[in-house]
């Protein structure tokens, strides 16, 4: 079945800089890669997604990019500011195949004032 | 679109005894899913559901565990003779169809804790 690694762990930057969270998926019938935001106490929430014909999306300051054939997706949030402290999630999904989303271990990214 | 609800929000329960949590998806998504989440680990899939058919159950799933969605609308998961391994985050999360066209929403879980 489908296994998704994530890193890093943890990660803490200052206000105003980037931040980039890195996954790897071993399916590579895998379609569909959402990112999750999950703030303390909350269920998940999405916050980007792309699909496997697409390589990049942007959506204000959050950026994923694809690489179908490294199997390498990304998570880049420019501009960093403390409310985007939380745990990040990414996921992988097989439309077809066993259809429900399989998740990283969770990045906690913490921005600094 | 009110969300997706789980209820209760906490539940704390003795270690042997039975516990039923809810979960009312967003109204017309006919896909609905449990996950399990532990402190520092992403979601786990536990089971989903496409209207009333149980599509696929995980491994995670034991014979104590049980999912229903009767009417293809709200589901239940009951948890029979719980154990401390047990305690967890059990969040549901609804689509429209598959992911892949439609996205996943969560609710915000239901906290369990067996002493």
Redesign the interface.
């Known amino acids: 079945g489908e296994n998704?690694e994530?890193h890093p762990s943890t990660l803490s930057v200052q206000e105003g800089d980037s931040a980039v969270i890195k996954c790897t998926y071993s399916d590579s019938a895998s379609?569909?890669f959402?990112w999750?935001k999950q703030e303390l106490?909350?269920?998940?929430?999405?916050i980007i997604?792309i699909?496997s014909n697409v390589g990049e999306k942007k959506d204000q300051r959050i950026a994923v990019t694809l690489n179908k054939t490294a199997k390498h997706f990304s998570l880049h949030i420019t501009e960093t500011q403390p409310e985007d402290s939380a745990v990040y999630?990414c996921?992988a999904?097989t439309?077809g195949g066993?259809?429900?989303?399989?998740?990283?271990?969770?990045t906690k990214l913490t921005v600094n004032p | 679109d009110t969300g997706?609800s789980q209820n209760p929000r906490h539940k704390i329960t003795k270690r042997g005894q039975n516990v039923t949590f809810r979960c009312d998806p967003i109204s017309e998504h006919n896909r609905l899913?449990w996950y399990r989440q532990t402190l520092?680990?992403?979601?786990?899939?536990l089971t989903?559901f496409q209207n009333e058919a149980q599509?696929?159950k995980s491994r995670l799933l034991s014979d104590r565990f049980s999912a229903e969605r009767p009417k293809g609308s709200f589901s239940t998961l009951e948890i029979q003779r719980t154990e401390q391994g047990d305690s967890a985050m059990y969040?549901c999360?609804s689509s429209r169809g598959?992911?892949?066209n439609s996205?996943?929403?969560?609710?915000?879980?239901t906290r369990l804790t067996v002493t």
């Open positions: 998704v994530q379609n569909y959402p999750y106490g909350k269920g998940p929430q999405l997604d699909r999630f996921a999904f439309q066993s259809e429900k989303l399989v998740f990283g271990k969770g | 997706v899913y520092g680990q992403g979601p786990e899939f989903y599509l696929e969040l999360a598959g992911s892949y996205p996943l929403h969560f609710g915000n879980g």
